[in-house]
């Protein structure tokens, strides 16, 4: 038994206030169609599918008037999610989806078949793109590392990811390990550069904003700076064992790398081995995650196929 072709898939990536869909070309791994809107996550289950369903269809009209069709449906979501069976386990976000079969619900109103529909973790798609057409292209062994409101992590060997191992956290998850009596994502995330400024300024602004006066905020600047010292103190903990070729940085966060990441290299450099390349920037940013997507969509649908075979012979 061969592995259907695949040439084209929808690739969903949803996040806690939008959405994004696009067709991606699984030949040179680019996208087109894309299109994106904003999600209640804390909407019906019928509000945020028919959401989906509307995001999803734009995408699939404008590429059958480009002469494209679509073989298969990627979802790029974050957790904790049952991605193998397409079970959402979320409940702080999206909890009207809790326990729902979003396979056979994607199934319905798509018309694909549920093999050729697969869902994976956000930042694990992310690190996933990255490695086939962005940063980390050809790199064996790299984290990816998503930086926003929360923190996203993934750990790849030889372009597959990897969720366990002894150098690798439980399930590739750092956001909640144990950093100074409270977590990783207290130290590396949104808030943490919030609560710093607001300690200095005495004034509450948004990430954006702070990032923006930067160049001319001494404070908005050193809290960059201190953002960037912890990172590099959480990233050397991390590599000290995993030892990574490559370190990818990606979500909002990272856009204003340029305030930061002098203070990540200061630390890292005391690291055996370490180079400035090492640290790498998202080439590829919110189109990662799609790419990333329609590959585990190939990915899961050629186990299937060969998981059939096996069985066969096996009886």
């Known amino acids: 038994m ?3 072709k695949l040439s084209h898939v929808l690739a969903f990536d949803v996040g806690g206030s939008h959405a994004t869909a696009g067709i991606v070309d699984l030949g040179s791994l680019t996208i087109s169609c894309a299109n994106s809107c904003a999600i209640d996550s804390d909407g019906t289950a019928d509000s ?6 509307v995001l999803g269809n734009s995408a699939i009209a404008k590429g059958r008037q480009l002469g494209v069709s679509v073989d298969g449906i990627g979802v790029a979501a974050p957790g904790p999610f049952d991605y193998e069976r397409g079970v959402s386990l979320l409940r702080h976000k999206y909890s009207s989806l809790y326990q729902m079969d979003l396979k056979r619900e994607f199934e319905g109103r798509f018309g694909l ?7 994976l973790n956000d930042a694990q798609a992310f690190l996933l793109g990255e490695i086939r057409a962005g940063s980390a292209k050809g790199v064996q ?6 930086l926003g409101t929360g923190v996203g992590s993934a750990f790849s060997l030889g372009g597959c990811i990897v969720e366990e191992g002894e150098d690798v956290p439980a399930g590739g998850e750092v956001y909640c390990l144990p950093w100074k009596g409270h977590t990783v994502e207290d130290a590396i995330s949104t808030r943490a550069i919030q609560n710093s400024y607001r300690k200095i300024s005495g004034k509450n602004r948004s990430v954006r904003d702070i990032c923006v006066d930067a160049p001319k905020d001494w404070m908005a600047r050193a809290v960059m700076q201190e953002f ?10 991390i590599c000290t064992t995993f030892h990574p070729e490559a370190i990818v940085l990606g ?13 990540v290299t200061d630390v890292m450099d005391s690291i055996e081995g370490w180079s400035g390349d090492t640290l790498q920037i998202s080439a590829l940013f919110d189109d990662a995650p799609l790419i990333g ?23």
């Open 228 to 237: 960037g010292h912890e990172l590099g103190l959480v990233l050397r903990d």
């Open 251 to 263: 979500g909002a966060i990272s856009r204003s790398a340029h305030l930061f990441r002098s203070a």
């Open 2 to 4: 061969t592995v259907p």
């Open 141 to 146: 062994r790299c984290i990816g590392l998503t």
């Open 48 to 53: 945020i599918l028919d959401a989906l369903q």
């Open 293 to 315: 997507a329609a590959i585990r969509c190939f990915q899961a649908l050629e186990l299937a196929v060969t998981f059939s075979v096996c069985s066969t012979v096996d009886n």
């Open 113 to 119: 078949q549920r093999d050729k529909i697969a869902f």
